[in-house]
């Protein structure tokens, strides 16, 4: 096969191998097909207009290894010391991309969800994937989720029964370890609720020992008739490593999504969230933060599309980006002709803590109803100087004060997640990253 | 005789290239409460910004001493732990930031200055619930962000609770009565009389007389294009009510 650079060739050519599922002629199928979108696209470039202030050529220059199986192994006390404490959930433990059963809580099956490790389901189940996988993420979606269709054999697949509800979050645990080469990982998730079915699932992707792996993530979400999904994304990758990751979710008459995207690590991070309203009543709540400094470069596209009447979209992504960062934000809404009664609201708030920190956000809407109320709003600046004020007006010091209005920033994204043990640590975690730390912990 | 708790000599004040406060002279004198009047833009939130160490305005003559030491050399938060206190007229909302977390950092900051250990917790909630009672204030209040989602009136009553609890030597009220049905009215009027002392002095900004018929101030001042125009006991505010401003005006006019 004749790819359309050097670079998809050579990742190619790295990427070969067995996989669990190559028995079944239509994830076989799949496979191919994907390999060809990819070796067509390669890896997005700056010609594309989603992908202009990103580039991928930090990717592109290194020569990622494919991780094997039996390295999927790694000291219990550390992975342990990586999980959101006190989070009473099921969890299934990743360790560069494989499956580590020793870890896990493993698999799971009750009257309300099974959860299994998608390298077992290819193996032993693949035709319960059929007209799922690859059904809300076309691989075309871009050169990376090609790359991800052709090349993922694990991740986890989670089905929510109908009519009930999941009491315990899912907690599916990705961790990039320090290898002899850099590594990539393509993580496949997929989430399907039953009608009415209701779950908490988060997905956090740490780095151990600053490897500068790359993690290229895909997640689809279906959602049936009134299900009810609470979907978090956590990334603290490597300050070293290399992030993206989309998912793509397709939405039934009156579900509710809500995406929780937290950004933190990563040199370069790019996530996509992407979701079909398919009939009326169905609403979507996406909640973003992202905290960066250094050389760090953050880049979230978003989609919502509303296509169906009365159906509702409400987002709110917020920033901090301090040295040399760069963010990106790109919202897009899509209101289909028909799609009257649409309410969209959008909002992206950023803090630039530095005269070199940078920001791109840009809304784009796309209306096509007339009968439809959708807001859009973006704000980027620096710390309100009326709080400041106010604040050291009662005794509070300019640099205690300072990073309480950073916290309580953060912490308005922060408080939209229904998941507390979360809620708690991200504050700790968040506060940990501002400048007086100790000063901070009394007033939270 | 004494030095004023509070003198402000000729000040003189602007904010980008404006010239808001010009020659401005006023004196309070411990265990005084004073009004202060004046038609709208004419300096009177200018005045208790600078007294609590906003940095918009540029201070280009005069000065300002409290308890004889120099305020205007001071950083504000330098400024509450030396007890003066600035109840805004708008009071900032602050997501994320629990009011007594606050208010309990203020106590230990103004504490810790004054070479005191850190206030102990129950004490502390003792002496908030009760003051909170006193501003008629549910205590669902101590849970919340500082003044997130509080209406007009409840921010008022915040701003009087927590200079309650602060205890300042300084308190200046920028129209804390703004905006207050009559009920609220009477609690903070019966704040501020609570907060009356020998070792206290209070500046009240208020358009209305009737704060001033339940708190009985030694002293009124019509504040008018940047200057302290007239100055009187009580009564003052009640000529300032049958007649307006312009009766002053006139009468400077006329003395011209
Ligand atoms: N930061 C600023 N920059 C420019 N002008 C300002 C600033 N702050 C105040 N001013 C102006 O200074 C004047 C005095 O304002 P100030 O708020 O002190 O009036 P006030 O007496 O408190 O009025 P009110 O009774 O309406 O509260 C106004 O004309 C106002 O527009
Ligand atoms: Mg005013």
């Keep these: 096969m004749k790819a359309v650079d050097e670079t998809a060739t050579r990742m190619l050519d790295r990427l070969q191998g067995e996989r669990p599922g190559d028995a079944s002629d239509w994830i076989a199928g799949l496979r191919r097909d994907a390999v060809a979108r990819f070796a067509e696209m390669g890896l997005p470039n700056q010609r594309i207009e989603d992908w202009k202030y990103t580039s991928t050529k ?8 494919r991780p094997d199986a039996a390295g999927a192994t ?50 032993e189940d693949p035709d319960a994937l059929k007209d799922r996988l690859a059904d809300a993420a076309p691989a075309d979606f871009s050169g990376f989720t090609a790359l991800n269709t052709a090349f993922a054999e694990d991740g986890a697949v989670i089905e929510i029964a109908a009519d009930r509800r999941v009491e315990r979050p899912i907690e599916l645990l990705f961790v990039s370890t320090l290898r002899d ?63 993206i990751g989309s998912v793509h979710v397709n939405q039934a008459a009156n579900s509710r999504l809500e995406q929780h995207n937290v950004q933190i690590g990563a040199a370069l991070c790019r996530t996509d969230i992407n979701t079909a309203l398919n009939a009326e009543g169905a609403e979507t709540l996406y909640n973003g933060l992202y905290l960066v400094n250094g050389r760090q470069h953050v880049d979230t596209h978003t989609r919502i599309n509303h296509n169906q009447p009365n159906t509702t979209s ?71 100087t009326r709080a400041l004020f106010y604040l050291r007006s009662r005794g509070v010091d300019h640099e205690t004060a300072r990073g309480l209005l950073l916290y309580a920033f953060a912490e308005a994204a922060i408080e939209r ?28 | 005789m004494t030095e004023p708790m509070l003198k402000i000599t000729n000040l003189h004040a602007k904010a ?35 007294l609590a160490g906003r940095d918009d305005y540029e201070v280009t003559e005069g000065s300002v001493t409290y308890k004889g030491q120099d305020l205007l050399e001071m950083e504000p938060e330098e400024r509450a732990h030396e007890g003066v206190f600035l109840a805004f007229q708008y009071p900032v909302e602050i997501p994320g930031v629990n009011n007594i977390y606050l208010l309990k950092s203020a106590v230990n900051a103004k504490r810790k200055h004054q070479g005191l250990g850190e206030i102990d917790s129950v004490d502390f909630l003792t002496d908030v619930k009760q003051k909170m009672k006193l501003m008629g204030m549910d205590e669902s209040f101590l849970k919340r962000s500082v003044n997130e989602g509080f209406s007009g009136g409840e921010k008022k009553r915040n701003e009087v609770f927590q200079m309650m609890v602060l205890e300042p030597g300084l308190c200046v009220m920028d129209e804390t009565d703004s905006g207050l049905d009559i009920d609220a009215l009477k609690i903070v009027a019966q704040g501020v009389e609570q907060m009356r002392s020998p070792d206290r002095a209070i500046v009240l900004v208020t358009h209305y ?42 009468e400077e006019a006329e003395s011209a």
């Design chain 1, 314 to 384: 409400e987002e709110a992504y917020r920033g901090i980006l301090d040295g040399y960062a760069r963010g990106v934000f790109n919202g897009r809404v899509y209101v289909a002709p028909h799609a009257q009664k649409t309410a969209a609201y959008q909002s992206n708030d950023n803090l630039l803590l530095s005269g070199k920190a940078e920001i791109d956000t840009k809304p784009e809407l796309e209306i096509y109803a007339d009968d439809v109320v959708c807001t859009h709003g973006a704000t980027v600046g620096q710390l309100d």
């Design chain 2, 16 to 50: 980008e290239d404006a010239e808001i406060l010009r020659g401005l002279n006023l004196e309070v004198n411990a265990g005084e409460v004073h009004a202060i009047m004046g038609p709208n833009g004419s300096g009177k939130s200018t005045l208790a910004h600078i």
């Design chain 2, 209 to 250: 007389q009737r704060l001033l018929d339940h708190i009985q101030p030694d002293r009124v001042h019509v504040l008018a294009r940047g200057q302290v125009l007239k100055s009187g006991d009580k009564q003052l505010a009640h000529e300032l009510e049958e007649h307006g401003y312009d009766w002053i005006r006139y």
């Design chain 1, 58 to 65: 930090a990717i592109a220059k290194r020569d990622f290894a």
């Design chain 1, 181 to 243: 080469e850099a590594i990539a990982a393509h993580p496949r998730i997929l989430i399907d609720a039953a009608h009415h079915g209701e779950a908490t699932i988060i997905e956090h992707y740490v780095g151990m020992d600053d490897p500068q792996n790359l993690t290229n993530a895909v997640t689809e979400v279906h959602l049936a008739e009134g299900a009810r999904v609470a979907h978090y994304r956590v990334q603290r990758e490597s300050r070293k490593g290399f992030h």
């Design chain 1, 74 to 123: 790694a000291d219990a006390n550390r992975i342990e010391a990586l999980r959101v404490p006190d989070l009473d959930a099921h969890r299934l433990v990743f360790i560069n991309g494989h499956y580590a059963a020793a870890l896990s809580d493993g698999e799971m099956t009750d009257d309300a969800v099974r959860v299994r490790n998608l390298a077992q389901v290819l193996a």
């Design chain 1, 417 to 444: 997640m229904g998941v507390e043990p979360l809620r708690n640590w991200l504050q700790g975690f968040v506060i940990e990253e501002l400048p007086h730390a100790d000063r901070l912990q009394e007033f939270v």
